[in-house]
């Protein structure tokens, strides 16, 4: 196992004045036989409308590491993240610890909480009285380039 490197995460606002609209099928695209979606395409979207519940907790976020590609989670991408939700044992978090930022699972352990990575080669994070953390919230969504 590895130690942790030390992830740099990139954070943005997210523009809630844009009116982007992006054409939408609003019917199920099938993963099998075609489907003539050009039939069903009535409406438009804004992903900050679908993506967002908090409008003024939520930010987004640039991973930049692979310590959580088995939670689908890699270099790249980006994080919508949610300060208004409240840490729970299991959660994916954007953590500060000791001044330095990283994503993690929550593992909440009877006398200690874990900073888990989804990833073998990275070790996990014991919080100890020692450390100074801060969870500044949770991930709920997942924006990648396929």
Request: contains cysteine; glycine residues 4%; aromatic residues 8%.
């Amino acid at each position: 196992m590895s130690i942790e490197k030390k992830q740099k995460l990139t954070f943005f606002k997210p523009d809630l004045e844009s009116e982007i609209k992006i054409p939408y099928v609003s019917h199920g695209v099938s993963a099998g036989f075609p489907s003539p979606a050009l039939d069903f395409m009535e409406t438009s979207i804004d992903l900050n409308k679908i993506l967002i519940e908090n409008k003024i907790a939520t930010f987004y976020v640039q991973v930049d590491g692979n310590s959580m590609i088995d939670a689908g989670i890699q270099d790249k991408d980006i994080l919508v993240v949610d300060r208004s939700i409240e840490p729970a044992n299991k959660k994916i978090a954007i953590c500060l610890i000791d001044g330095e930022f990283t994503v993690k699972r929550i593992k909440v352990d009877v006398d200690c909480l874990w900073l888990m990575p989804e990833n073998p080669s990275y070790s996990p994070i014991r919080v100890t009285d020692e450390n100074q953390l801060v969870i500044w919230g949770i991930v709920t969504y997942v924006i990648k380039k396929l």
